[in-house]
């Protein structure tokens, strides 16, 4: 599917041109576009299944996509998962992805450490080099973890820690790397609905935060959130996209509202049950979920 006409253009950080992976027989994306521009926030929400992780994988070089191209700023862009940092992209994980046996300082510390100007032998030998580029971190680790309000947990360790701490915690050790392009993979999983509120107010102030115009490309389930926080989102299904646009145009999608709640919900809502219709009762074949969970689609497939 080509990008929406609608789809923002301006000066594009990220692109993804009809990208598919397939894997054997199985289609995960079919010809998947999409534009992330400098200091914008784009969502990718979709029901489980639709390929968002897929997608996320893709751009974070997890998953080589089998057809389409990816560009960053122009340029064919091969990424790499050891070398994103170093290209000004920085990711969250679905959990938080902590070192257990650091403490919270020295984890927002090493996600800076490709910054450091001394090299190996100075380090090694603990060199007057080695401690200035030490000092210099463990300040702008401090200073992070202050802008998210977790800086009097410091030196904990991530393990005694709430949560939703150790998520904010996981998202300072991304943004001591200052990138231009921030990926976040389901931020509001675990969180508790005040949590996802503070958690919205902070997503939104992102794009200006690193000092220059930081792209975010958010993967998540809750719908609210992405709704209030994103500029332009994009809806997979099946791993095709559906729909793309402002969070109303979204909103206001039928597809959208089809994909996941079902066409015999949308039909029975709109009709409603005909005049004297009979009741099929317990056990008749009426489309009803199966026992795995999963509802019939139209070609016989099952949701999960």
Do not use: W
């Amino acid at each position: 599917m080509s990008p929406p006409e609608d789809a923002p253009t301006d000066g594009t950080a990220l692109s993804l041109d009809h990208v598919g992976v397939r894997f054997g027989g199985l289609v995960a994306l079919d010809d998947v576009s999409l534009r992330v521009p400098p200091g914008r926030i784009v969502g990718v929400i979709g029901p489980n299944g639709a390929g968002k992780t897929t997608l996320f994988n893709v751009v974070c070089g997890f998953v080589p996509p089998t057809s389409g191209t990816l560009t960053l700023d122009g340029r064919p862009f091969r990424p790499r998962p050891h070398r994103l940092t170093r290209l000004g992209i920085a990711r969250t994980l679905q959990g938080v992805g902590l070192f257990p046996g650091l403490s919270v300082l020295e984890n927002v510390m090493a996600g800076a450490t490709h910054t450091a100007r001394a090299g190996f032998a100075a380090a090694l030998f603990g060199l007057p080099r080695s401690d200035r580029d030490e000092r210099r971190l463990r300040e702008r680790a401090r200073e992070v973890l202050a802008e998210l309000g977790v800086d009097r947990h410091a030196h904990a360790s991530p393990a005694t820690l709430p949560y939703a701490v150790r998520k904010r915690v996981a998202l300072a050790r991304a943004l001591i790397a200052r990138p231009r392009l921030l990926l976040l993979d389901e931020p509001a999983g675990g969180l508790s609905a005040e949590d996802i509120d503070e958690l919205a107010r902070l997503i939104t102030t992102l794009p200006t935060r690193t000092g220059a115009a930081c792209s975010v490309m958010l993967v998540e389930h809750h719908m609210d959130l992405v709704m209030s926080v994103c500029d332009h989102i994009v809806v997979l299904d099946f791993g095709k996209v559906i729909a793309a646009g402002t969070p109303a145009q979204v909103r206001d999608d039928p597809r959208v509202t089809e994909a996941y709640l079902g066409a015999e919900v949308i039909a029975g809502e709109t009709a409603g049950p005909a005049p004297g219709a009979p009741d099929a009762g317990p056990g008749a074949d009426d489309g009803a979920p199966d026992a795995s969970g999963g509802a019939p689609d139209a070609d016989g497939a099952v949701r999960r």
